[in-house]
């Protein structure tokens, strides 16, 4: 009785195993159901892609290496490791061996190379100036040859979100017939494939068979709707319509949904700014006079808990408080209205002027707010509501007139300075913004590797140029969001905890519902 007994409960207990398993199979399937103010409007051509583009086609195409957690350390995606030897002016990358591109070949050194050089010929890689020439040394190994060094290369590189040259090279007989056609296809190595895009609509990923990671991705699809209006997407969430929705920083929709019991990922939030037309002689906003009294014009601590509830971290330099760059104390144009019409009347513009300020449909609220204080210095705004294309291709790309209203990322190693606002920006470089002598030089000396090893010892180097773009009015500081993933219940991601560029689809899965 006894050994029918064991024999019984061995049964069951494989049994339960088998079950267990089999349910594990079925959590770790289906079609995940996103929202987002954004979706892409340029697939795979690198050198045109907003930063919303790259972040939304990393289920296509990933990158060399990335943050892998929240206090900044660099793990590999693409690339297994690196070396980087300052005297002998070389970086060298040992590319990750076994992958292969969605058309079959191989992501190799000469792939890497390829990628590089690419973004080298149309100015779109960050401390490009300092490659010299790029070497492959094997199969699976690229040596850069440098003719200087700055310590956040290999956050700069890394970022580079590689294509496959041959999909390229053999979409057409002209350079000009390739590009169009990366414009609106992606052949990248990562987890899914894009199976239908309708710009400014929907973007829809299916499952990579043959993706390198093991076992993954877990989800047979990934669809994302664009929808920017956070009352419709609020509302898709609650009825069940969505299962996650990406970078929500309308807070009432973030407590109403926590309220309702949903999941929430905070993230570390936006840098929201208003960047100027100052570097064009002809623009109001060469003038510092001008740029100092908008600043001086926005109550910003009153605008961001208007905005935020409460939330939100009003600025008053280009740091946040939690950010180590931060200089305590330093505030140069508080709130005073009185202060900003005599800067006007100084520059020559004592009835004031009119303006405009481009954004998206989702700063319509901002920009009213905005609009409202400026009118009562004088100075009258005209909204510009720009589509996604208008938008990014501006602020991305071809340059604004007047002001523009933008966020940016807030890096955990604390680059986003450089990343931004550097002498050759990743994002914003469009070259409408005036960077004066001063405020570049204590940049350039912060980034030198024989005066800092480290970030840590570059700090006091980057307050003193934080400080010097407080004193040149270079941009408008306004306020950190309060950014979230929110998410229903039975799903499972990590965005966007680290950052918001860093997404891991291969590793999103949802339980049975």
Not at 63 to 85: C, H, N, P, Q
Not at 472 to 498: C, K, N
Request: hydrophobic share 45%.
């Amino acid at each position: 009785m006894k050994k029918l007994l064991l024999i019984f409960l061995v049964i069951l207990l494989a049994s339960t195993l088998v079950f267990a398993s089999c349910g594990e199979a079925e959590e770790k399937g289906g079609t995940l159901r996103c929202i987002a103010g954004a979706i892409p409007n340029v697939l795979g051509y690198g050198p045109e892609k907003a930063p919303s583009d790259n972040f939304y086609m990393l289920p296509v195409i990933e990158r060399l290496a990335e943050w892998g957690d929240e206090s900044g350390t660099i793990v590999g995606v693409l690339a297994e490791s690196w070396e980087a030897d300052p005297e002998a002016l070389t970086f060298t990358w040992h590319l990750r061996e076994g992958v292969k591109f969605h058309d079959g070949t191989d992501w190799n050194a000469e792939a890497c190379r390829w990628n590089f050089q690419l973004a080298l010929d149309n100015a779109r890689l960050s401390d490009g100036q300092y490659i010299d020439s790029m070497e492959v040394v094997d199969e699976h190994t690229l040596k850069m040859h440098l003719n200087a060094f700055a310590w956040n290369m290999l956050e700069n590189w890394g970022l580079m979100s590689p294509i496959s040259p041959t999909a390229f090279m053999n979409s057409g007989t002209t350079e000009e017939e390739r590009i169009a056609w990366a414009r609106v296809n992606a052949v990248g190595t990562g987890p899914y494939t894009v199976d239908d895009w309708q710009r400014d609509d929907h973007i829809r990923f299916v499952k990579n068979d043959n993706y390198w990671r093991d076992g993954m991705p877990y989800l047979d699809a990934i669809e994302i709707r664009y929808i920017p209006d956070p009352m419709t997407a609020a509302a898709m969430m609650e009825a069940g319509e969505a299962d996650m929705w990406f970078a929500v920083s309308d807070v009432p929709s973030i407590v109403a949904l926590e309220e309702k019991g949903m999941k929430l990922n905070w993230g570390p939030g936006m840098f929201v700014t208003l960047l100027m037309n100052s570097a064009d002689p002809d623009s109001y906003f060469a003038i510092k006079e001008v740029r100092e009294a908008i600043e001086y014009a926005l109550d910003r601590p009153a605008i961001a808990e208007m905005m935020g509830q409460g939330m939100f971290e009003a600025f008053h330099q280009m740091a946040s408080s939690t950010w180590p760059g931060y200089v305590e104390g330093y505030d140069p144009r508080p709130y005073d209205p009185e202060r900003a019409m005599e800067l006007l009347a100084q520059a020559g513009f004592p009835e004031g002027f009119s303006t405009t300020i481009m954004g998206t449909d989702m700063a319509r609220d901002e920009i009213a707010a905005i609009q409202a204080y400026l009118g009562e210095v004088g100075i009258i705004i005209e909204p510009d509501i720009a589509d996604l294309g208008r938008y990014f291709g501006s602020v991305f790309g071809t340059g604004w007139d007047d002001i523009v209203f933008t966020m940016s990322g807030i890096n955990p190693s604390a680059t986003d300075l450089f990343v931004h606002y550097g002498p050759d920006p990743m994002t914003f470089r469009t070259g409408n913004i005036y960077k004066s002598p001063e405020y570049l030089a204590l940049c350039a000396e912060a980034l030198d590797p024989t005066v800092y090893d480290s970030i840590l010892d570059a700090m006091p180097k980057i307050k003193e140029a934080i400080r010097q773009a407080g004193e040149d009015a270079m941009i408008i500081p306004l306020w950190r969001t309060a950014e979230a993933g929110i998410m229903q219940t039975y799903v499972h991601s990590d965005y966007p905890l680290i950052h918001g560029i860093i997404w891991t689809p291969h590793d999103d899965w949802m339980e049975e519902h």
